[in-house]
């Protein structure tokens, strides 16, 4: 589903931000990214959804080319950063209307899904407020709805349980879950080591901008936690 094949990004100033990273992320994967801040997981995201350009490797979404076929890629796949950028001005509905247009939804497919998502994350009777009204983990709820609508290939989030309540966060994991039975998967970084060594079937821990362990979470952990492990590198002084 995503395979990001030799990776390497480098930024202006000859700071590489990830080096020859090769991760492949299957159909039915929940596969969690871990690393330091400044690892490189947002670097390797943004690369993936087009939003960085990146010198050296390639990155294919469903056998696509991102940089080929990023129209065809983005198509296929929702993404969710750290702290989504909304449009204050407009209601709950009018950005879900816009989001469900920019995917192309049919009116009928729109309003189920919408109405399904919004009541199973507890904001569908403030999707008639302005956005610059709702709390900071609506906002939250009103991208993660906006990201599920269209039923995407590959869901791609940036630590995105921050900010959500307890509630909202078994309710996302739930959701993850449920598209990955179908087919999908979902790939996204998290410092919440827990959540991703309950969650994940398989995990991927980055340092420097390089590949330090990655594999399915029960041989990666062996009799260890995800904490442990990570504590484990950085005493290596593979992190900071």
Do not use: W
Not at 175 to 185: I, R
């Amino acid at each position: 589903m995503l395979k990001i094949e030799h990776l390497t990004k480098q930024y202006k100033g000859g700071k590489t931000a990830v080096s020859d990273l090769s991760i492949h992320v299957r159909p039915g994967d929940i596969y969690g990214f871990i690393g330091h801040n400044g690892a490189g997981k947002t670097t390797t995201i943004k690369s993936v959804v087009g939003i960085h350009d990146f010198e050296e490797g390639e990155i294919t979404v469903d056998g696509l080319s991102v940089k080929k076929n990023p129209l065809e890629c983005k198509k296929r796949m929702a993404y969710i950063p750290d702290n989504p950028d909304l449009y204050d001005y407009l209601t709950g509905i009018q950005y879900l209307n816009f989001i469900a247009d920019v995917f192309e939804l049919s009116g009928e497919d729109r309003e189920s899904a919408i109405e399904k998502e919004a009541r199973d994350f507890g904001i569908y009777d403030s999707l008639g407020d302005l956005i610059s009204s709702y709390s900071h983990g609506m906002k939250q709820k009103l991208a993660i709805i906006g990201a599920l609508i269209h039923h995407p290939r590959l869901l791609i989030l940036d630590e995105p349980f921050v900010g959500l309540d307890p509630e909202a966060a078994l309710k996302l994991k739930e959701k993850m879950k449920a598209l990955c039975a179908e087919g999908s998967a979902v790939f996204f970084s998290t410092h919440v080591l827990d959540v991703a060594e309950k969650l994940c079937n398989r995990i991927a821990m980055i340092s420097h901008g390089k590949l330090v362990l990655e594999g399915n979470t029960e041989e990666v952990l062996g009799d260890k936690s995800l904490e442990q492990i990570f504590m484990e590198v950085a005493a290596n002084g593979q992190t900071d």
